[in-house]
């Protein structure tokens, strides 16, 4: 491991504790997170698969 990847590690860590704390301060339920989570996989999941099917 070089020194930028632990730079790169400790930034990851960083970025994850920093969405989380912006996640926990709506308050959201765990049914309705993991819902939308879902959605957002599907929407991304979807245009990557049309967009693999056009130029590919």
Do not use: P
């Amino acid at each position: 491991m070089s020194e930028y990847d632990t730079v790169r590690l400790v930034a990851l860590a960083g970025w994850l504790i920093l969405a989380l704390s912006v996640f926990a301060s709506f308050r959201l339920d765990w049914k309705k997170s993991v819902r939308m989570a879902l959605i957002w996989v599907l929407l991304f999941g979807g245009a990557a698969i049309l967009f693999g099917l056009i130029l590919g």
